[in-house]
């Protein structure tokens, strides 16, 4: 055999290889760079209206509320911060990038077998060969096909649980910035009482001092004010410190800068207050199909359940059929089908199998608790509604009773009738009181939200209801 004639054989092989690689990179992705630089970074956490994301998800967040609009410079209510918070909070767009894997993993599954090509030549070397020997087949591996019914099922329920998962998350990031909004408006109705305390004991200290240097106020009367004075110094630098804590997380929700300034209002109050809304029972009916994360994990229990038939059905020996034609040296042509099976004699898929169930049974009692969970929850949340409220009307009643006894002694402090520590002790508990009492309105707000949060609900309105 000459070179011209090697050269001859080959040229077959090359336009083949030509045309095959042709195929398939026509088809193929083709890769664009996307650098971990600063300014991707800073890009990817600037802040975005929250308008149509919020359309497209508040049919799996809040069903019973309708689109919210939020105008540039407008005060933020609990429902408004909630929902800048699941648009603009960065970790929920870092959960968000899962929904997009999930979603890649069905179109993967849904992906038929491509089919295998082989080409062979054969080019004499001896002998009196007439020409040179070929052989073309063409195969599909079936056992693919057999499993992708319920392979894209799987896939398909699973991105159904990873999109509730996300939308869970989001809930909760909701909960958590209404939560946050009402500790902080909250706080500042404390941090107001101190200041106003405050600067009232400070214009007492200074008529005292002056009292004291003329030689008309005794020594105590000076000090027991300048000791009310510090120790409500000391309460108003605490709420300060907690009013500070409160304000970044909320910025950290709404992806805003450590010193942008927070503009909230109270006005979407909702009448939580009723008896109604402390009754477990509005809370729990219909949780399972309204909790998010319930919700998830059936779809995920029925995604296993899909892995399992998947594993069930990977049974099936691994099997290509296929078509050939070919032709010998001495210029004989033949047509042909062929088909190869793999023997499953020591593995038939039992290992995948058993792992699948496992998982299977892991879902189930991962939903049973989960779901009991979640109904001791709203028991407890509720519960703890009743007795702050309870609490909340006698701190109100101590309150008034303070107020009066407060007017009654500050007469007879005028008319040198009591001791003047007695005066600012009384001074001091019912500072002590009223602060209790705001603390006492806002756990209900927090409960409130917590209780919201934990059945899946934003229906207040319509919720509580006083019974019958």
């Known amino acids: 055999m000459t070179a011209g004639g090697l050269a001859r054989g080959f ?40 308008t149509a994301l919020w359309v497209r998800r508040a049919h799996l967040l809040l069903p019973s509320l309708p689109p919210l609009v939020v105008r540039k410079g407008q005060r933020l209510t609990p429902d408004l911060a909630a929902v800048v918070a699941v648009v603009a909070d960065p970790a929920l767009r870092a959960e968000r990038a899962q929904e997009a894997l999930a979603h890649a993993q069905v179109l993967s599954a849904g992906l038929l ?44 329920l699973h991105a159904q649980a990873v999109d509730l998962t996300v939308a869970w998350q989001e809930w909760q990031v909701a909960a958590k910035a209404k939560s946050l909004v009402y500790a902080l408006l909250a706080g500042r109705t404390q941090r107001r009482l101190l200041a106003h305390e405050v600067h009232a004991l400070r214009h007492s200290v200074a008529i005292l001092a002056d009292g004291e240097a003329a030689g008309y106020v005794t020594l105590g009367v000076a000090g027991a004010a300048r000791l009310a004075l510090r120790q409500t110094e000391v309460v108003e630098l605490a709420v300060q410190r907690h009013l500070a804590d409160v304000a970044l997380q909320l910025r950290g929700l709404l ?24 009754r477990a029972a509005p809370w729990l009916k219909r949780l399972a199909q309204r909790r998010l994360d319930l ?35 001495s210029d004989i042509n033949t047509m042909g089908a062929g088909v190869s099976i793999s023997l499953p004699i020591f593995n038939h898929n039992q290992g995948v199998i058993a792992e699948a169930r496992a998982t299977r049974r892991a879902l189930f009692r991962t939903y049973a608790a989960q779901w009991f969970a979640a ?33 009654v002694y500050r007469g007879a402090l005028a008319k040198h009738s009591i001791a003047a520590l007695t005066y600012y002790q009384l001074l001091e508990q019912l500072v002590k009181e009223r602060l209790v009492l705001l603390q006492d309105r806002a756990q209900l707000d927090q409960l409130a939200v917590a209780v919201e949060a934990a059945s899946g609900r934003f229906e207040w309105p319509k919720t509580c209801v006083a019974p019958p």
């Open 11 to 50: 040229g077959p092989v090359r336009r083949i290889l030509a045309a095959a690689l042709w195929l398939t990179s026509a088809a193929c992705a083709h890769y664009t760079a996307r650098p971990l630089s600063p300014q991707a970074v800073k890009g990817a956490l600037a802040p975005r209206l929250p």
């Open 113 to 156: 077998p491509n089919p295998i090509f082989s080409y062979g030549l054969g080019i004499p070397v001896s002998g009196t060969g007439l020409t040179h020997a070929f052989r073309v087949g063409l195969g599909l591996p079936i056992q693919s096909l057999v499993t992708r019914g319920p392979r894209i099922r799987a896939a398909r």
């Open 255 to 278: 992806g805003l800068g450590a010193h942008a300034r927070l503009r909230l209002t109270r006005r979407d109050v909702h009448a939580w207050h009723g008896r109604g809304c402390m």
């Open 295 to 329: 919700l998830a994990l059936r779809k995920g229990y029925r995604s296993q359940d899909a892995v399992l038939r998947e594993a069930i059905a990977g049974q099936f020996p691994a099997i290509t059929v296929g078509v050939n034609r070919a032709r010998d040296t």
């Open 375 to 407: 109904r001791a929850s709203i028991h407890q949340l509720t519960v703890r509604m009743r007795y702050v409220r309870r609490e909340l009307v006698r701190t109100k009643s101590s309150v008034r009773a303070l107020k009066h006894l407060e007017a």
